[in-house]
């Protein structure tokens, strides 16, 4: 997921990002100040600092909304990928492992917390004192790299969330701009609609620059609040109106291929991975709830919630639109005002949900820059940073303007090694001293080595995928579609 995923990731954001804080100054600093940001959204945070505690029911809601982002939309092009039938299955088993490695994370923290005497410890922290828990003196000397890789990863993650949602801003709304002059209030006559050329996908991308700009510059919180909340409800509004309308008229399933090629499953892979990467939730989560006794309990059931939600919205999608699925299902919506105003407001949604997932990397990096100069510098250097640094995900998003690939490769990269690789091997190294059996051993290094092929093939085949394409592919927006 997954900011909280106000939207996904979201694949989830700005909870991770105070979780998972590398500079000892930033961190302290988020901590005293905002380190009620749960999942992406600041909105909670002000209701979170009156009360000792949230209830067993808001941290279900704050769990599954932080695993609610962009990347649902791309599941059902994901399940065209793996196949009808290993596509949920898939689905269903990555579920699992990633509520596994959360439940690894959780139980590894706590330990922690004992051990030393915390209240509190994020993900950074947990893999750092993982690291010097090793009996192998080489990682005890280096256990601090363990929280830069973990921050390391998450700037990667949210920057590569920053790149897919100016992506999908940019083919959505080239899509409606194409669309409205054969927009109608009917939304379902048998018609092809032609689409009137307009500029470039990578045009709008930049037409999108300057508000973003506006947005990253943005430094209070509070005022964040406003964004997060909006995007909240554009986005709930828009999934209750895409699913009301792959509900109907499904046609014969038999068609579609149970298993698809093996080429394409590393693609599924990525994107799936994509949209189960909210691991850096629940360590806030489960420090704000009143009574954490019944977190881990509260964290299976808000993960299945997530994965059936996942599976029915990739599965239904998919057997909607079959072959002609789009990156995003989005995009296959008819052209029609009711439809073509979900799409208008997903846009408003992401554009509003970037500035919070870009807050988690500027947090990171803004404040172990400015404690290197002088406080006459501090402000400039720190607008300076904002401004390059959303000017680089513009840019990416502009080398890279395949939807489906984007959300792929972020997945891949960095999703794999936050929600797969590191939990198990941490697990092994916070309990080995204390004996392990052998078959917990195993299961632990079989998710990592399956979580480091994925991250591997998946990379591999997503930028094989994009060199091939180049800039001659047919943008998924750019096409005729029926409305």
């Not at 905002?34 to 002000?46: G, V």
């Not at 609040?225 to 509900?247: E, G, K, R």
């Not at 890279?400 to 091997?425: F, K, M, W, Y």
């Not at 930028?463 to 047919?474: N, Q, R, T, Y």
Request: charged share 15%; hydrophobic share 50%; net charge neutral.
């Amino acid at each position: 997921m997954s900011v909280t995923k106000s939207t996904e990731g979201p694949q989830g954001a700005v909870a991770i990002k105070l979780d998972l804080m590398s500079p000892p100054e930033s961190a302290k600093k988020l901590e005293n100040k905002d380190s009620t940001f749960l999942d992406e959204s600041p909105s909670e945070s002000a209701g979170l600092k009156k009360t000792k505690g949230i209830t067993v029911f808001q941290t279900l809601i704050h769990l599954v909304k932080g695993n609610m982002g962009t990347g649902i939309l791309g599941l059902p092009l994901a399940v065209k990928n793996a196949g009808i039938l290993m596509g949920p299955l898939s689905l269903l088993v990555m579920g699992f492992i990633a509520c596994h490695c959360m439940h690894i994370l959780v139980k590894c923290a706590q330990r922690f917390c004992k051990r030393l005497n915390k209240p509190f410890m994020d993900y950074g922290d947990t893999v750092m004192h993982g690291l010097e828990a090793n009996p192998n003196a080489w990682l005890q000397n280096h256990a601090h790299w363990g929280r830069h890789i973990v921050s390391f990863f998450l700037i990667v993650t949210q920057l590569g969330f920053c790149c897919v949602y100016i992506v999908f801003l940019a083919d959505n709304l080239k899509q409606v701009v194409e669309a409205v002059n054969s927009t109608t209030n009917n939304c379902y006559p048998n018609e092809t609609v032609i689409l009137t050329p307009t500029m470039d996908s990578r045009l709008y991308m930049l037409s999108f620059l300057p508000f973003l700009v506006l947005l990253v510059l943005i430094r209070n919180l509070r005022i964040l609040t406003i964004f997060s909340m909006l995007a909240n409800i554009s986005m709930l509004v828009s999934l209750v109106i895409i699913i009301q309308y792959i509900t109907q008229e499904i046609p014969d399933p038999s068609r579609l291929p149970l298993v698809a090629s093996w080429k394409t499953y590393p693609l599924f892979f990525g994107t799936a991975i994509f949209s189960f990467e909210s691991i850096g939730v629940v360590l806030p989560l489960e420090n704000k709830m009143k009574n954490a006794r019944h977190f881990p309990a509260i964290l299976s059931l808000g993960m299945s919630i997530v994965t059936s939600l996942y599976i029915g919205m990739a599965a239904l999608g998919y057997l909607r639109f079959g072959d002609d699925i789009k990156a995003s299902i989005s995009l296959n919506l008819p052209n029609c005002w009711l439809y073509q105003s979900v799409k208008l407001l997903y846009i408003a949604g992401i554009l509003c949900t970037y500035a919070l997932q870009f807050y988690v990397p500027a947090e990171i990096i803004i404040p172990f820059s400015i404690s290197r100069v002088s406080t006459r510098w501090a402000l400039p250097l720190d607008l300076s940073i904002r401004l390059v640094m959303v000017c680089l995900t513009c840019l990416l998003a502009i080398l890279i303007p395949r939807l489906d690939l984007v959300i792929s490769l972020v997945g891949s990269v960095s999703g794999t090694a936050l929600a797969l690789i590191i939990p198990p091997l941490l697990e092994v190294t916070t309990f080995y001293s204390e004996g392990m059996s052998p078959l917990t051993i195993f299961k632990d290094a079989l998710i990592s080595i399956l979580g480091f092929v994925g991250f591997v093939v998946g990379t591999y085949q997503a930028l094989d995928e994009l060199l091939k394409s180049e800039d001659s592919h047919p943008f998924s927006n750019s096409t005729t579609f029926v409305r």
